[in-house]
DNA sequence: GAATTTGGTTGACATGGTGTAAAGTTGACA
DNA sequence: TGTCAACTTTACACCATGTCAACCAAATTC
C-alpha cells in the first residue's frame, strides 16, 4: 500500500477532501478522483484499498489537519458545566462545516459499506464522548434536569448536535452558521439543564 | 406501466415493504424484491420503471394504507396550542416506526437519484408544514417563545422529529418508543414555549 | 372458434461503477 | 549496470440497474 507519507498519498487525500467538499448531487468516483488528481485510476489504488477506504482515510486527514482534538479541547477548561456545555457546542458546531462534504459521502456508504458504517460509528462515537463529558460536568455542577437520566442527556445532546441536524438546519432551514450555534446552544440548555 | 389496481403490483409494495422493514444491512434489490414476491425481475419493470419509482410508490402505499392524514388530522382539533403540538408529536412520532425501513432505503438513494431526491423533499416538506400549524397554534396562544421567529421555530421542530433523530435516539440511544414521544414533547415545549 | 389483449416468462445484452491482474515505463539510487 | 518504487496502460471479472425481443397462456371479444 505504499508509504504512509507519500506525496501523491497525500494528493489524493487533498483532492478527495475538495471533490467531496464543492459536493454537486453527483457522487465522487474513484476516476474522478484520480483525474483531478493527475493520475491514473489504478494509482489511487495503490495508496488505497478501496473507496470506503480512502473516504475514511481523508475524514482522519482532516480532523489531523484540522486539529480536532485541540479545539474540542477548549471546552474542557471551562469553569462551569453550562460555560462548558456552550464552549463544546460551539467547537463541534463550527467544526462540522469543515467536514460536511465528506461526512456525507461516508453516510452515503453506510448502507453498503461494512467499514464505512464502523467508520462512521466511531466517529459518533467519538462526539458521543464529548457530550458525555459535557453532561458529567453539568450534573457535578447539579444543573442536569431532573427529568433526565444522565444517559438520556447525553443521547439527547449527541443527536441535536448530529451532522444531519445541522446540514438540515443550514440547507433547509436556511440558518446562519452563527445563529444555528447560538440556537443550538439555546436549545440544549434549555432541554438539559434544571430549571 | 400496467393498471394502476393490479393484484401483482400490491403483492409488489407489499413485499419490498416487507423487506425493507425487516431491512438487514444489505440494501434490498430488484432481484430481491422479485424473488420474493414470486414472479421475474422483469415483471417488476412491468409494473415501476425503477427503484427510485418502486420505492416512491412504496411510500405512498403506505401512506395509504397507514392511513397518515387522518392520524395527524387528530392534531388539529385540539384545544390549545401546546395541546395541539403535543398530539402532532404523537402521532408523527408514532407513525416514523412504520415507514422507517422504506424511510432509509429512500434516504439512501437521494445522493444518486434525483427523482427519490424530490421524493424525500416533498414528505419532508408534509412534516415541516404540520410543524408550522403546530407553531402557528402556540403563536397564536402567545405561547410562542419570544427568541425564535416563527420561521425558526418550525425548522428547529421539525428537524426535531426528523426521522434521522428518530433513528439516532431509538437505535444508538436504545430509547423506547413511548420514551422517545415524551422526551421529544418535553424537548418541544421547553425549546419552543415562552416561560 | 379464432383473434387479440393482458400479464407474465426466459434469455441476452448495454451501461456504469468497483476492484483485480499483468506487463510495460521511467527515474532515482547504489 | 542493475534494481526498486511509483506509476501507466490495458484488460477483465463482478454486480446491479435497466432495455429488448421473442415467446406463452388465460381471459375477453368479435
Given at each position: 500500500?505504499?508509504?504512509?507519507n507519500?506525496?501523491?498519498?497525500?494528493?489524493?487525500?487533498?483532492?478527495?477532501?475538495?471533490?467531496?467538499?464543492?459536493?454537486?448531487?453527483?457522487?465522487?468516483?474513484?476516476?474522478?478522483?484520480?483525474?483531478?488528481?493527475?493520475?491514473?485510476?489504478?494509482?489511487?489504488?495503490?495508496?488505497?484499498?478501496?473507496?470506503?477506504?480512502l473516504?475514511?482515510?481523508?475524514?482522519?486527514?482532516?480532523?489531523?489537519?484540522?486539529?480536532?482534538?485541540?479545539?474540542?479541547?477548549?471546552?474542557?477548561?471551562?469553569?462551569?458545566?453550562?460555560?462548558?456545555?456552550?464552549?463544546?457546542?460551539?467547537?463541534w458546531?463550527?467544526?462540522?462545516?469543515?467536514?460536511?462534504?465528506?461526512?456525507?459521502a461516508?453516510?452515503?456508504?453506510?448502507?453498503?459499506?461494512?467499514?464505512?458504517?464502523?467508520?462512521?460509528?466511531d466517529?459518533?462515537d467519538?462526539?458521543?464522548?464529548?457530550?458525555?463529558?459535557?453532561?458529567?460536568?453539568?450534573?457535578?455542577?447539579?444543573?442536569?434536569?431532573?427529568?433526565?437520566?444522565?444517559?438520556e442527556?447525553?443521547?439527547?445532546?449527541?443527536?441535536?448536535?448530529?451532522?444531519?441536524?445541522?446540514?438540515?438546519?443550514?440547507?433547509?432551514?436556511g440558518?446562519?452558521?452563527?445563529?444555528?450555534?447560538?440556537?443550538?446552544?439555546?436549545?440544549?440548555?434549555?432541554?438539559?439543564?434544571?430549571?
Amino acid at each position: 500500500m505504499s508509504s504512509e507519507n507519500s506525496e501523491t498519498r497525500k494528493k489524493i487525500l487533498e483532492t478527495t477532501w475538495k471533490l467531496l467538499e464543492s459536493g454537486g448531487p453527483s457522487a465522487v468516483r474513484m476516476s474522478d478522483i484520480a483525474r483531478s488528481t493527475g493520475i491514473s485510476r489504478q494509482a489511487v489504488y495503490l495508496h488505497f484499498p478501496s473507496r470506503a477506504e480512502l473516504l475514511i482515510a481523508t475524514t482522519r486527514y482532516l480532523d489531523e489537519v484540522k486539529d480536532v482534538d485541540a479545539r474540542l479541547e477548549a471546552s474542557r477548561s471551562a469553569a462551569s458545566g453550562l460555560e462548558r456545555l456552550d464552549a463544546y457546542i460551539e467547537a463541534w458546531g463550527n467544526y462540522i462545516p469543515e467536514v460536511y462534504g465528506v461526512a456525507r459521502a461516508l453516510v452515503a456508504m453506510q448502507e453498503t459499506d461494512e467499514a464505512a458504517r464502523v467508520a462512521w460509528k466511531d466517529r459518533m462515537d467519538a462526539v458521543r464522548h464529548g457530550c458525555e463529558a459535557a453532561v458529567a460536568a453539568l450534573r457535578k455542577d447539579g444543573a442536569l434536569s431532573k427529568d433526565l437520566t444522565a444517559r438520556e442527556a447525553t443521547d439527547l445532546l449527541a443527536s441535536l448536535l448530529s451532522i444531519e441536524q445541522w446540514a438540515q438546519l443550514r440547507e433547509h432551514g436556511g440558518w446562519s452558521q452563527p445563529r444555528y450555534i447560538t440556537l443550538m446552544q439555546r436549545t440544549a440548555r434549555l432541554s438539559l439543564c434544571a430549571k
